[in-house]
């Protein structure tokens, strides 16, 4: 980041003290002036560890109690893991987060590219400025809205379920939401219509970096559009990718909002997903302990499914 | 030039269709706000008498000006503290590189991709402890812990950047720790800072599962935790429940559409960072 223009002008001063000394960080300061500086990263770590870190250990500590959340906790041990990795519906929950992962982020990603590598420039103009505005509300508006006004678009009387009459297609009605077939992808596809967006306008904005002399030379080469996007394209947009993956797949495992709103995890438990039934179970259930071991699970699938994302797409830049 | 000429028009064809499916939903709603009370909307249909009054009865029904104000204390709770104390941390981090500083930040990215429902049950009994079940600062106080990892890394990235001849220059000058930081490093820091700023606001608005767990009463939770309460109560009601969450996604696109330049900048940057 450069200095704003008006600032102290650091050259003249700075090239002055660096001949003084190689290290100046070091040297000048004492060892008791930078143990002070603790003072400046209390506050944060104070916050972090009241109520993210205690509260984390409390949830593993939960995770090994039978526990109502009013009277006595019974030790559990792992039963309340060993029910999570046994029980059929909880085991149907954690595939259906799975499944949403397909439409958060694969759909959206591939989308993005396929429009992305259609369009190389439209960050510019105002055609360009309108597009991008729009194509962000989606990010903006709470995702509770973007559920109220899905489950709407979705019900039978539906915009949805309109077109489909209008084409003829009267067969295919139905509601899609309440629907034990349909539900799942339902809410996928506002998942998907959420993120769309933002995947897109990353993926324009990695594509307008990628140097045309590239492109130039996949040409002389005689390379056509589809050997192109796989031998430049798709190579250079790794890094974008990447975080295109990272944080939709985080939306997909950690969503509550949506669903809540538009099925509240029904029909059934057809779109229930991990953190609705940890909801769920913690404050309509009394099972505190069950509740926690899932919670520690989704939190590990996070991390089991972010950090190879993370590997994969951001080695070259150390 | 006739290649390119096509991909560009298949390209703004494609992009067209992006749009018009994102408005869709938007489109979709105001429809149905218009229609008359009582009524069963079909799709997307213009009224041939749209009942502008809906939005005056969503206002009362969903009691706006109680849910702006809650929303509005709720993100001057959160937002500032939160951003100076990140900053101060990021500071310490980035720029003082305090000893054990690297221990300090690997605890905090531990949080990063941490979802909200893993702690959240504990965080209600600590709030319970603590009497605060149904008052703001249930919301304020975990939301500024909860922003910490992401806040920090974002503005220990900025401070790590800055040339450290700068403070030398500085300290030179005889100005201390606590002038170097408010005179020098925050005018710097001020685009790192307004980006936080800006994703700590949309955040806090749209926060969900902290408000209903945490607060029972809607007119003392953020934005998005009031729109959900509306829904229970009107979800019947699909005429005024559409009039009334338009409604309440207005400041949300009011403040946007003023701002929409540095929310996208924000935005873009925050999921890389993120």
């Not at chain 2, 902290?210 to 229970?232: E, H, P, Y």
Request: aromatic share 10%; glycine share 8%; net charge positive.
């Amino acid at each position: 980041m450069t200095p704003a223009p008006g600032s102290a002008p650091p050259g003249r001063q700075a090239t002055r003290s660096s001949t003084a000394s190689v290290r100046p960080h070091r040297n000048r300061w004492g060892r008791t002036a930078r143990w002070a500086g603790w003072w400046w990263v209390l506050p944060a770590l104070l916050m972090y560890a009241v109520f993210v870190l205690r509260p984390l250990a409390l949830t593993f500590q939960y995770s090994l109690y039978h526990w109502n959340g009013i009277g006595v906790a019974r030790w559990a041990g792992l039963d309340n893991y060993l029910t999570v990795f046994t029980d059929r519906d909880l085991l149907k929950i954690i595939t259906n987060a799975f499944v949403l992962i397909v439409f958060f982020s694969f759909v959206p990603v591939a989308l993005g590219l396929l429009v992305a590598s259609l369009v190389r420039r439209i960050t510019t103009g105002t055609f360009g400025t309108v597009v991008r505005t729009i194509l962000f509300l989606p990010q903006v508006i709470p995702l509770v809205a973007a559920g109220i006004a899905w489950s709407w678009l979705l019900s039978s009387n539906g915009l949805v379920n309109q077109v489909l009459r209008a084409v003829g297609l009267d067969g295919l009605t139905r509601s899609w939401l309440g629907d034990f077939d349909t539900a799942l992808p339902s809410v996928g596809m506002i998942g998907a219509w959420v993120m769309l967006g933002l995947c897109t306008i990353l993926l324009v904005t990695g594509m307008s970096k990628i140097d045309p002399a590239l492109y130039e030379a996949a040409r002389i080469d005689g390379a056509g559009p589809v050997r192109e996007f796989f031998a430049v394209t798709l190579p250079s947009l790794r890094q974008e990718i990447g975080v295109c993956l990272t944080v939709t797949v985080i939306a997909a495992l950690a969503s509550f909002d949506i669903v809540y709103i538009s099925t509240s995890g029904g029909p059934g438990i057809q779109t229930t997903v991990p953190g609705l039934e940890i909801y769920r179970l913690a404050f309509s259930q009394r099972q505190v302990g069950l509740a926690s071991a899932l919670a520690v699970v989704l939190m590990l699938l996070v991390l089991a499914c972010v950090l190879p994302i993370q590997r994969l797409t951001r080695e070259d830049r150390g | 030039m006739n290649l390119s000429r096509r991909e560009h028009l298949t390209g703004r064809v494609f992009l067209i269709a992006l749009v018009v499916v994102t408005l869709l939903p938007f489109v979709s709603m105001l429809s149905a706000a218009l229609q008359p009370r009582g009524t069963v909307p079909t799709g997307l249909t213009w009224p041939s008498d749209p009942q502008w009054g809906n939005f005056v009865d969503a206002f009362t029904a969903a009691n706006m000006a109680a849910l702006l104000r809650s929303s509005l204390l709720i993100i001057v709770g959160v937002v500032p503290i939160s951003v100076v104390i990140a900053t101060m941390a990021g500071f310490g981090l980035g720029h003082l590189r305090v000893p054990g500083g690297r221990i300090a930040f690997a605890l905090l990215l531990l949080g990063l991709t941490l979802p909200f429902e893993a702690v959240i049950t504990p965080i209600y009994y600590q709030m319970r402890d603590f009497g605060l079940l149904n008052t703001r600062w249930a919301i304020i106080l975990p939301l500024v812990g909860l922003y910490m990892p992401f806040a920090v890394y974002w503005m220990r990235a900025h401070f790590v950047s800055v040339p450290p001849e700068l403070s030398e220059a500085a300290r030179t000058d005889g100005s201390n720790t606590w002038q170097l930081f408010w005179r020098i490093q925050v005018p710097l820091a001020r685009p790192a800072i307004a980006s936080l700023t800006i994703l700590l606001f949309l955040w806090t608005w749209n926060q969900f599962l902290l408000a209903i767990v945490l607060v029972d009463d809607a007119t003392k939770r953020t934005m998005a935790g009031a729109l959900g309460a509306f829904q229970g109560q009107w979800g019947t009601d699909l005429v005024l429940l559409c009039a009334g969450s338009l409604l309440i996604l207005t400041p949300t696109l009011v403040v946007f559409l003023i701002f929409q330049r540095q929310f996208i900048k924000a935005l873009l940057q925050g999921s890389v960072k993120g």
